[in-house]
Every structure is written in structure tokens, then in C-alpha cells.
């Protein structure tokens, strides 16, 4: 059937559009492939007192997720009693360690203990200004819903933890709870991590922007 459209197409002078068409994947497909990567991370103080971000494996018991979604103000030490992480199909939460962290560079390493077996993500070796790019996250703490959108700089220079960053810009609407998750390209690679949103000069959040961590300094903190 496939051939026969491309046939088709092709007296109209299109077979090169149905066969670039055929060989991309879904965003139902990218979702399903990748969300076994990512977790939801909830800290709690104490039983009553809750926080939620996302984290993702790096390995099969290493995940990625940003300091600040867990650790203090002053950059010292996680602020909560227990933290916890559960896939888009469990319902209980499985307990984590903080094992390394960078507060500056705002990246948390932790160690998964569970019996792991499933996606692990590699990282991006370059990131290129206009390329698709993906997210996956636990936005509003709803669950590990599915974004999409465009890498709109690859590399901008940015005030953050009170010095000048290189970050990611992308197209992508996150919400409290998406910090500390994967941006992926077309292959599946991380090309960074979602740590916040600016604000306009009337103090007002941009809503269909984010700014990421890049790989390369995720590359450098796991290694």
C-alpha cells in the first residue's frame, strides 16, 4: 500500500515527502519508547508535606534531576527526609539517595536501588538551533505527560544561581513539576535537562518557552 501511494505521489512530482513521512516516528510511538526513562520524583519533610519534580536514568540504577527540585538554599544538602520515584505505571514510590550533586551547575545524581530493567537514556553529542526536540515530565505533578516543540537557540548565555550560564532555549510549555526532565531529540538522546522558565520584563512567566541544563554539562557531572 505504501509503495502504491508512493507511486501515486511520485507523478505529482511528492514521493519524496511520503517516503520522509514514513520513516518518523509518532508522537504516541516517542512517548511510548521513551517514558520507562523517566520517573516522578516526590520529597516529603514529613507525611503530609509533599514536593514533586522528575528525574531519569542515566544508567540502570543512576538518575539525573536538578538540585534545586530537592536540595537547600544554600546548596549544602537535600531538604527532604526521603525521597521516592515511581514510573508512569506504578502506583507506590520506590526510595532514592542523593549520591552527588553540583549546586552551581543545579544537577543531583541519585541512586536507584529498585530492580531496574528498563530504558536508560544516552546523551546528545551536539544540539543544533531548530532541530524537533521532545519532553517528557511530571507536569503539575499529573503524571509523565508528553511535549513538543523546537530548540529556539542552542546556546545562550543566561544569569542563574547568580553567574552567567549556558543553557538551551526550546519551545516547550513545562509546569511545576516538569524540572528535572529529559528534552530528547529525534534519536532518543537527551540534549538537556528542563530547569526553568524566565520571566518577561513586567515580571510575567513565558509560558511556551524553557530553559534547559545542556548535555555537555550533564555529561560532566555524571562523569
Not at 512517548?31 to 528525574?55: I, K, M, P, T
Not at 544561581?161 to 519551545?171: E, L, V
Request: charged share 20%.
Amino acid at each position: 500500500m505504501v509503495t502504491k501511494a508512493i507511486k501515486a505521489c511520485a507523478a505529482m512530482g511528492a514521493a519524496s515527502l511520503i517516503l520522509c513521512s514514513c520513516g518518523e516516528a509518532s508522537s504516541q510511538e516517542r512517548y511510548q519508547d521513551n517514558v520507562a526513562g523517566v520517573v516522578e520524583l516526590r520529597g516529603s519533610v514529613d507525611e503530609s508535606n509533599f514536593d514533586y519534580a522528575s528525574a531519569w536514568f542515566v544508567s540502570p540504577t543512576l538518575l539525573v534531576t536538578c538540585f534545586h527540585a530537592i536540595g537547600n538554599s544554600e546548596g549544602e544538602a537535600s531538604i527532604f527526609d526521603d525521597l521516592g520515584v515511581r514510573f508512569f505505571d506504578e502506583n507506590e514510590y520506590t526510595s532514592v539517595t542523593m549520591v552527588d550533586f553540583d549546586s552551581a551547575e543545579d544537577i543531583a545524581l541519585l541512586s536507584y536501588k529498585g530492580s531496574h530493567s528498563r530504558k536508560s537514556f544516552g546523551l546528545a553529542a551536539e544540539c543544533r538551533t531548530g532541530e524537533f526536540c521532545f519532553n517528557i515530565g511530571n507536569f503539575n505533578n499529573y503524571g509523565l505527560s508528553y511535549k513538543e516543540g523546537l530548540v529556539s537557540l542552542s546556546s545562550v548565555n543566561m544569569e542563574y544561581n547568580g553567574m552567567k550560564q549556558s543553557f538551551i532555549q526550546c519551545t516547550l510549555g513545562i509546569r511545576p513539576g516538569d524540572s528535572g526532565s529529559p528534552i530528547l531529540n529525534e534519536s532518543n538522546e537527551v540534549l538537556g535537562m528542563v530547569a526553568y522558565r524566565s520571566r518577561n520584563n513586567a515580571g510575567t512567566v513565558e509560558q511556551n518557552f524553557c530553559y534547559g541544563i545542556p548535555s555537555s554539562r550533564i555529561g560532566s557531572a555524571v562523569n
